[in-house]
Structures are given as C-alpha cells and as structure tokens.
Nanobody, 127 residues
Framework: QVQLVESGGGAVQAGGSLRLSCAAT????????MGWFRQAPGKEREFVAA????????DYADAVKGRFTISMDNAKDTVYLQMSSLEVEDTAVYYC????????????????????WGQGTQVTVSD
C-alpha cells in the first residue's frame, strides 16, 4: 500500500510559479512510476506529467510542456511538480498518483494505469 500526500498548492497570479510536492510512504519510489493529474471544476481529471521509476523518462501533457517540470528525490521519497508561467487555465485540484505495476522506463498517462492517489491540492491562478 502506498500513501501519497500532496502539498504546495495555493493562489498565485498569472505568470507566477508554484512547486507541488508529493510525499510517498509505504513504498520506495525506486520502483514506482509517478504522475500528476489535475481536475478543474466541471471538467474531467486530466494527465499533467509522469516520471518513470528509473527517473530517466518524463512525459508531459501538451498544455504544460515547457512550463512544468516533474522530478523526484528518491532519498526523500518525494516527487515534485515545478510549475512556471502559470495561466488561469491551470487552475485545478492537482493530484499525485503512483503505480508499482510498470517497468523502469514506463511513463503512464492514463488514469486507470495508476493504483494509488493523493487527496489533491488546490492551485488557483488569477489574472
């Protein structure tokens, strides 16, 4: 069982930056693929970014490429999402997800590929 706790959300003006953190307990990140998803009001949850458990492969949604960076610190069992040049459209609840069922270079992007989810953290971007 993997427990995930997100932090770092908040309110920021457009063009600003935030860094989200996801701390994992119950399992080492050394064999878990991790992802970030988000859900805006009235919309479906969507993929944002993923990192393979080897840490060598990354994947991003087109909407965030060049602005968001996913990374991991295995020593802290923590995954980060650095968000820059934030836009109003980035406003959403951001969720961290994990799965131990993938290979070392897999970067899953579908919701049903993940087994464990955090409780979410709100990010609000204003004009």
């Amino acid at each position: 069982q993997v427990q995930l706790v997100e932090s770092g959300g908040g309110a920021v003006q457009a063009g600003g930056s935030l860094r989200l953190s996801c701390a994992a307990t119950g399992h080492s990140l050394g064999s878990i693929a991790m992802g970030w998803f988000r859900q805006a009001p009235g919309k479906e949850r969507e993929f944002v970014a993923a990192i393979s458990w080897s840490g060598t492969r990354l994947d991003y949604a087109d909407a965030v490429k060049g602005r968001f960076t996913i990374s991991m610190d295995n020593a802290k069992d923590t995954v980060y999402l650095q968000m820059s040049s934030l836009e109003v459209e980035d406003t959403a609840v951001y969720y961290c997800a994990a799965t131990p069922r993938r290979g070392p270079w897999d970067v899953p992007s579908a919701i049903n590929e993940y087994d464990f989810w955090g409780q979410g953290t709100q990010v609000t971007v204003s004009d």
